[in-house]
């Protein structure tokens, strides 16, 4: 059937040249297109690229969240966002140059529920351990090591539950501002 065939080309012409446009603004963009064909009829299902507020990039149930950390000690983003059950690959980069010692940034990711005050003194004392209190283990959902300038790690967990979760940085001091909110919806 020409006609359906010549509307799914152009589909895909405009699905291509979207998909050009995302690449030079994103960091990594991905769309699925899957296309099949029965015995009688074209369907077509066009997903296009998932791209939220936080530059996510969805690929076959898994997302990157990137986060910065700098040397003003500050994130670059009070929010994240994700679904539920996919796997969540959390990046992040310490754009700064201050050494761990001094300026040392990590996310740790809590449990709904948990006694944030509570969680960020254990983690204060909690040196020889970079900050991640061994008492309070069983709070944290997953968290990264602790960085310093020019250092990025990365974390990937997955959250069945929607949820607002609190993220922050356990350095001593640093989670008052270094602070945010993780939202997992359905
Ligand atoms: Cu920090």
């Given amino acids: 059937m020409p006609e359906i065939y010549g509307l799914n080309l152009r589909k895909i012409l405009k699905m291509r040249i979207i998909k050009n446009i995302a690449a030079i603004f ?42 910065e950390g700098n040397d003003l000690m500050k994130y670059n983003k009070k929010e994240l966002r994700a679904k ?48 991640i209190p061994e008492s309070h283990k069983d709070k944290i959902i997953a968290h990264t090591r602790m960085i310093g300038g020019g250092e990025f790690d990365a974390v990937e967990f997955a959250i069945d539950k929607p949820g607002s979760y609190v993220y922050l940085c356990s350095f001593p001091g640093h989670s008052a501002i270094m602070r945010g909110i993780l939202i997992v919806e359905e």
């Avoid at 297109?33 to 015995?39: E, K, P, Q, V």
């Avoid at 066009?46 to 530059?55: K, R």
């Avoid at 201050?98 to 254990?122: C, Q, R, W, Y």
């Fill in 84 to 131: 539920t059950g996919v796997t969540i690959r959390l990046v992040l980069v310490h754009t700064g140059k201050i050494p761990k010692n001094a300026m040392g940034h990590n996310v740790v990711i809590l449990k709904e529920g948990t006694d944030v005050s509570e969680f960020v003194n254990k983690a204060a004392s909690a040196v020889g351990t970079d900050y």
């Fill in 26 to 67: 994103l960091l990594s963009t991905t769309s699925i297109l899957i296309f099949s064909c029965g015995n009688n009829q074209g369907t077509e299902k066009v997903e296009a690229p998932a791209i939220s507020a936080n530059d996510t990039a969805a690929v076959e149930g898994k997302i990157t969240l990137t986060l």
